[in-house]
């Protein structure tokens, strides 16, 4: 009995030390590759039975000599493999992750889960385990295809049963797969000896080729930022892909140009323009500036965003600055007037208190009061310099204030007038609400294709405004000039007019805009599944590291310089308001002016009329006077004669 006690325990001791021993080998490997790479974590995926009692002694031994080194390490059961892969996927962390095969059905199942996942955010290290089917092994030492999920841009390590190399698998087209080696095993020390840094730089760097193959490129007409000229591609895109197809080796063997971007057709159950294209794979990439939306996200493959983008709403200023009748009330707010005026009264009665006395008016005197003090407001001077102290303190005050009020409305006018834009639609629900403009785009299909994700009513209040779609302009020229002769709207991305403006495409007025949604990512296209994918995100992202997507922008991108605008020369018509208002002026200046004359005169001669008949009266007075005097007088006189011959008799 002790004797088989003994036996079992030294069989369980072999078997755990050979178990122990395997894992010391994975342990050291996995560690060399995580440092030598930069990654930030292990997922260890075992296909084989994970339950079993060898691989759970196996698997936690690896995971225990990795925690020991400081490296995150995780173990995903093959169940739930799939489900976490895509979840990491989505975060995009910079994983290694480890598989490790025994049997063919092992390595068609893994091919299974991974088929529609990019896989270049990870480095991926498949052991094909030395206990491995002879099948396995024998596509490990040969593989006459390649990996069906491997792609260009896969990073993929390779571990290859009773080898001692670590081999690097590429993607060489045409289901062909091209064998570097790496590194070489050290069994003995553990680990992995790498054989030249070069080598390995060629993993980070992403070296992959496509050896001069031709690509389909579909892309839409009339696209701001790509176009073909005497057979050369222009544009932020067209550099974009001619350094594309340097770097990845490929040529351009057909461009397809599309009428539209694309978008869903209900009554065909089938998507049209570029995104279609790209769809049913009849082309390889689409060069153009699509936008982003989860709904095309279905139908085709975004690669990394080159560009993002705010749409806005563009309105002629000419429409937007008209001149109203309380333009010149504007610099000032309205609690500021109200102080104005309210000083002014203030003012006007407690002149009037001072200076009304009993003999004089009281309401003629306080309406003659505040026409001075506006008048001061409006320096013109007082009929009469005023004689109490009060009075001219009061005065002193009214003047003081007005220089104020004055220096501070020049300097609201002024930064009214040159810095501020006026725009009187600060909203595009205040721009709808209005209802006098109408909505016009370009004849595509790109931009009101994502209406459907942002605020309904207005989207729907936005769409009752569009004009018919006979009249909607084909072109960025036409666009501008209905802007500049109509009361429309353009809606366009801010990236899309920089682009036209830098073309020198001229725009016929200066233009007001009001933002429409939120900012929106630009990239290409390519279909679901794509090899290619992974590799051209590469590249793209390092385009955005190494800063040429940034020149790019300085180049292209260009602002419109105020000098630079052309204006156009004014005509009799469009000055008329102000020389009839000028000539209104004038004449009630002048009919006023021969009032004053008429009156001036009539005055004069009433004045002297009356003074005539003062004189003529007083004058006709005292002739009376002394024509009764002298009758009286000679009546007394005959009186007393008359007494004197009485008193002879």
């Not at 895109?237 to 140009?257: D, H, P």
């Not at 309401?363 to 407001?377: D, K, N, R, T």
């Not at 009032?595 to 004058?619: P, V, W």
């Amino acid at each position: 009995m002790k004797f088989a006690n003994s036996s079992i325990f030294s069989i369980v001791s072999i078997v755990i030390f050979f178990e122990l021993s395997e894992a010391h080998y994975y342990g050291p490997v996995i560690k060399d590759v995580h440092d030598q790479f930069g990654r930030t974590e292990v997922i260890i995926v075992p296909q084989t039975n994970y339950f079993s009692f060898e691989n759970i002694m196996i698997w936690h031994e690896t995971t225990r000599i990795l925690s020991n080194e400081g490296i995150s390490t995780v173990i995903l059961n093959t169940r739930h493999f799939e489900e976490k892969l895509k979840t990491y996927n989505k975060e995009t962390t910079r994983s290694l992750i480890v598989i490790a095969l025994d049997t063919i059905e092992e390595l068609h199942a893994f091919e299974s889960t991974t088929q529609d996942l990019h896989m270049s955010y990870a480095i991926w290290l498949i052991f094909f385990t030395r206990d491995a089917d002879r099948d396995v092994c024998e596509f490990c030492r040969n593989p006459q295809e390649s990996l069906s999920n491997m792609k260009l841009g896969s990073r993929i390590l390779i571990s290859c049963c009773a080898f001692n190399t670590i081999e690097e698998w590429r993607y060489a087209g045409k289901n062909r797969t091209e064998r570097q080696e790496l590194g070489r095993l050290n069994r003995d020390d553990r680990g992995i000896v790498w054989f030249s840094n070069k080598q390995v730089a060629d993993i980070h760097g992403g070296r992959y080729s496509l050896a001069g193959r031709g690509l389909r490129i579909v892309a839409v007409k009339h696209c701001p930022i790509f176009w073909e000229k005497d057979g050369h591609y222009y544009g932020v895109l067209g550099e974009i892909l001619r350094e594309l197809s340097q770097a990845i080796n490929f040529t351009v063997s057909k461009i397809i140009w599309e009428d539209d971007y694309g978008a869903w057709n209900p009554e065909t159950s089938s998507w049209t323009g570029a995104i279609g294209r790209i769809h049913r794979q009849e082309a390889d990439l689409g060069v153009s500036d699509f936008m982003f939306s989860t709904h095309r996200s279905t139908a085709v493959a975004f690669t990394s965003h080159f560009t993002s983008a705010g749409f806005y709403l563009y309105l002629n200023k000419r429409y937007m600055a008209r001149l109203h009748w309380n333009a010149y009330f504007k610099p000032l707010s309205m609690d500021v007037w109200m102080v104005i005026f309210g000083l002014i009264l203030t003012t006007s009665i407690l002149l009037n208190l001072i200076n009304y006395t009993r003999r004089s008016h009281f309401f003629p005197l306080l309406f003659q009061h505040c026409l001075y003090a506006w008048g001061i407001y409006c320096y013109q001077a007082l009929p009469k310099f005023p004689k109490g102290t009060s009075s001219r303190i009061v005065y002193a005050s009214i003047l003081l204030s007005s220089v104020v009020t004055l220096i501070a409305y020049a300097a609201a006018m002024t930064s009214r007038l040159t810095v501020v834009s006026y725009i009187p639609f600060k909203t595009l629900q205040e721009f709808v609400d209005d209802g006098s403009f109408h909505v016009i785009k370009l004849n595509v299909s790109q931009d009101f294709d994502h209406y459907k994700f942002f605020d309904q009513t207005l989207t729907k209040k936005m769409m009752s405004l569009m004009m018919p779609r006979n009249l909607l302009p084909v072109t960025d020229e036409e666009a501008f000039e209905q802007v500049c002769s109509k009361r429309v709207g353009y809606y366009l991305n801010d990236m899309a007019k920089k682009a036209i403006e830098a073309q020198g495409i001229r725009i016929p007025c200066e233009l007001s805009s009001i933002k429409y949604g939120k900012t929106q990512i630009l990239a290409m296209i390519m279909p679901h599944g794509s090899r290619c994918l992974d590799l051209v995100n590469y590249y793209i992202m390092q385009f955005r590291s190494n800063g040429m997507l940034q020149r790019l922008e300085h180049k292209y991108y260009k602002e419109l310089k105020r000098n630079d605008l052309k204006y156009s020369s004014v005509s009799l018509r469009g000055v008329a308001p102000l020389l009839l208002i000028l000539a209104i002026g004038f004449l009630i200046a002048l009919i006023i002016f021969i009032i004053e004359q008429n009156a001036n005169a009539f005055r004069k001669k009433l004045r002297s009329y009356q003074k005539r008949r003062t004189t003529f009266l007083k004058t006709r007075k005292a002739s009376l006077f002394l024509a009764n005097d002298c009758n009286f007088k000679k009546r007394l006189r005959n009186l007393k004669q008359f007494i004197g011959r009485m008193q002879l008799k």
